[in-house]
Structures are given as C-alpha cells and as structure tokens.
C-alpha cells in the first residue's frame, strides 16, 4: 500500500510558476514509476509526466517545454516545476504510483491559472 503527500497548489496568473511536490510513504519499495495526472472539469484524465525507476522521464506534448518531472534526493519524492501557465492548465494535479502493475493515486491538489 502507497500513500501520498501532495503539496504546491494553488492560484496564479498566466505566465506564472509553481511547483508541486509529491511524497509517496508506506510500503514504496518496487516502485517502477511515479508521475502526475490531472483532471480538469467535463474532461478526460490526462498523463502531465512521469518518471521511471531509472531516471527516464516523458512529458505530454501539452506541457513540454514548460514543465519538468523531478526526483528528490529521496527516492519517493518526485516534483514538477510548471513554467509559464496558461488557463487551460487549470485542474486537479494528481499524484500515482505505479507497483508491482498496481496504481496508487493522491487526492490530488487543484491548481488554478486565472487573472
């Protein structure tokens, strides 16, 4: 079982940053991937990044370029640093992991991008 803390929502402008953090605690040994989904209203759950157990990283076409999927020092922690939001990055940010071909999600944390 994989349990998880997320942090780093909230509200910003167009063009602004925030980062988001995600750490996985409980049984995390043979984690062989943690990312980011999101969910906005009257739309489909969409892949943002994820990052293997090797390192290797992938990001949806939508976000590339502007953010980046990281891991901390400890190997349950990953972040993503959003760049230059836009409004349509509005949604639920959700933290997974994937086990043993189990996924664990996160409550996720909303992030709003508005003037």
């Known amino acids: 079982q994989v349990q998880f803390v997320e942090s780093g929502g909230g509200l910003v402008q167009p063009g602004g940053s925030l980062r988001l953090s995600c750490a996985a605690s409980?049984?995390?040994?043979?984690?062989?991937?943690m990312g980011w989904y999101r969910q906005a209203p009257r739309k489909e759950r969409e892949l943002v990044a994820l990052?293997?157990?090797?390192?290797?990283?992938a990001h949806a076409d939508s976000v590339k370029g502007r953010f980046t999927i990281s891991r901390g020092n400890a190997q349950n922690t990953v972040f993503l640093q959003m760049n230059s939001l836009k409004p349509e990055d509005t949604a639920v940010y959700l933290c997974?992991?994937?086990?043993?071909?189990?996924?664990?999600w996160g409550q996720g944390t909303q992030v709003t991008v508005s003037s």
């Open positions: 997974y992991a994937v086990q043993i071909g189990k996924v664990y």
């Open positions: 409980g049984s995390f040994s043979s984690i062989s991937a």
């Open positions: 990052i293997g157990s090797d390192g290797s990283t």
